[in-house]
C-alpha cells in the first residue's frame, strides 16, 4: 500500500535489483525510453522462459497417460493431482496467449478427466483418449508460445507464485481428504520453496509478505506439535487466502503490463495520488470509528469515496473499477456508527487491499522503479491526515 513504511519497501527493492525478471524495460536509471537492442533482449528472454515453464508441463501429462495405460486408479489419481497442481502454476501463459486453446485443455478435457476420475470405480480405458488427445492438443499451446510475441516479464513472476502456491494447493486437498502424513509432506516442500518467491511479494506489498509469512509459522508450528487435522485446516486456508492476496497483486499488475509503454506518465502519478487520498482517508476513518468518533470516521469514508471519482476513469479504462468502488461503499456504510469490530475492521481492511490491487491496475508495471517509488514516498508525507 502507499503508506507502507517505504524505509522497509527500499531495503526490499534493494535485495530484487539484480533479478531481471522484476524488472520492465524502462526501469534505467532515469524514466527514458530504453534502447531498441536491450527491449529485444529482455523479450528475448522473457519467451525462454515462457517456453520453458509452458514445457515443463509436459512430465506431467505424460505421467497421467502412463498411469491410465497401467491401469492402476490410485496412481491415476495421484498423477492427476500433481498435474493439475502444476497446471495450475502455468495455465496463466495459455490464458493469456489463446483463450480457445485454454478452454479446449481446461474446461473441455481436463474436466472430463477429472469427472471420470472421481467416479468410485473410474473406467481407466475410457478416460485414456481423453488423456491422449489432450497430450496431443497441448502441443499448440506450446507452439503458441514458442511464436507469440514477448510477455511481460511480470508474467513469468506470476508463474513462478503459482507453481510454488502448487505445494500449497496439495496441502489443502489432503486435510479435506484427512490425510495429515500427505498434507505435511507438501507443506514441507511449500516451505522450502517459499524464500526463492518473498521478495516478490515483498516488493508489492510489505504487509502481504509479513501477513504471509506469520501464517505460514503458525501452520509450521501446528504441523510441529502433531496438530489433528480439523485444527489444521483453518490455519492453512488462512495462509493461502495470504498467499492468494499476493499473486493477485502480481496477477493484476501482469495482466495489465503494456510493452509499448515505456515509463509511467504524468496521469499514473495523478491516480497515484487519488489512491493515496483513499488510502489515507480510510486508515483516517478507522482511526476515528476505534475512538468511537463515529461522525468523523464517516467523514473520513465518505471522502475515501470522493477520492475514488477522481481514479475511476483510470480504473474503468483498464476494467478495474468496480472492487474499489464495492469496497469503499462497503466500508463506508460500517464507519458511521457502532458495530461489530472485527467486521468494521475487516471490511477497512478489504478496501485497503482494494487500494493496494488499484495500484498494481494501473502502475504496477513500473512498481520497482525508483523514481516512481520516490514520487509515492512523497505523497505519503505530502498527504498526511489529520485526525
Excluded at 502444476?86 to 495459455?94: F, K, L, P
Excluded at 500449497?168 to 518467491?197: G, Q
Aim: glycine share 2%.
Amino acid at each position: 500500500m502507499i503508506v507502507s513504511r517505504m524505509a522497509t519497501f527500499a531495503s526490499a527493492l534493494l535485495l530484487v535489483t539484480g533479478l531481471a525478471a522484476c524488472r520492465s524495460d524502462s526501469e534505467s536509471p532515469t524514466p527514458t525510453t530504453a534502447p531498441a537492442a536491450t527491449a529485444t533482449a529482455t523479450a528475448v528472454v522473457a519467451v525462454n522462459k515462457e517456453v520453458e515453464n509452458v514445457k515443463s508441463l509436459v512430465p506431467f501429462i505424460d505421467r497421467i497417460v502412463a498411469a491410465l495405460k497401467s491401469g492402476d486408479v490410485s496412481t491415476s489419481r495421484q498423477a492427476y493431482d500433481a498435474f493439475d497442481a502444476r497446471w495450475n502454476g502455468i495455465e496463466v501463459y495459455i490464458n493469456i496467449r489463446s483463450r480457445p486453446t485454454y478452454e479446449a485443455l481446461e474446461l473441455d478435457l481436463q474436466a472430463k478427466i477429472a469427472k471420470s476420475l472421481e467416479a468410485p470405480q473410474p473406467v481407466l480405458a475410457d478416460i485414456l483418449p481423453n488423456a491422449e488427445l489432450y497430450a496431443t492438443k497441448y502441443k499448440d499451446a506450446i507452439a503458441i508460445s514458442e511464436k507469440g510475441p514477448a510477455l511481460s516479464p511480470l508474467v513469468d513472476d506470476l508463474t513462478t507464485l503459482r507453481i510454488v502456491r502448487a505445494d500449497l494447493r496439495i496441502v489443502t486437498a489432503s486435510l479435506t481428504a484427512n490425510d495429515l502424513p500427505k498434507a505435511k509432506t507438501y507443506f514441507a516442500s511449500f516451505k522450502k520453496s517459499f524464500p526463492s518467491v518473498e521478495n516478490l511479494i515483498k516488493i508489492r506489498s510489505i504487509d502481504a509478505h509479513r501477513e504471509t509469512a506469520d501464517a505460514l509459522a503458525r501452520v509450521d508450528a501446528s504441523f510441529q506439535a502433531n496438530a489433528a487435522v480439523d485444527p489444521m485446516k483453518p490455519l492453512v486456508a488462512a495462509l493461502s487466502e495470504r498467499y492468494n492476496y499476493a499473486v493477485r497483486l502480481l496477477n493484476l499488475a501482469a495482466r495489465n503490463a503494456d510493452l509499448t509503454k515505456q515509463t509511467f506518465l504524468e496521469d499514473d502519478k495523478k491516480s497515484l495520488t487519488s489512491l493515496n487520498d483513499i488510502d489515507n482517508q480510510l486508515r483516517a476513518s478507522l482511526a476515528s470509528w476505534e475512538t468511537a468518533n463515529y461522525t468523523a470516521s464517516s467523514a473520513s469514508a465518505s471522502a475515501a469515496q470522493a477520492s475514488f471519482a477522481q481514479v475511476q476513469p483510470a480504473l474503468a479504462s483498464k476494467a478495474n473499477d468496480t472492487d474499489l468502488k464495492n469496497t469503499t461503499t462497503a466500508y463506508a456504510a460500517l464507519a458511521g456508527a457502532a458495530g461489530d469490530a472485527a467486521k468494521v475492521r475487516a471490511a477497512n481492511k478489504t478496501a485497503l487491499e482494494s487500494v493496494a490491487a488499484a495500484q498494481q491496475v494501473l502502475i504496477g508495471q513500473f512498481w520497482t522503479h525508483p523514481a516512481l517509488q520516490s514520487f509515492i514516498s512523497s505523497l505519503k508525507r505530502a498527504n498526511t491526515v489529520s485526525q
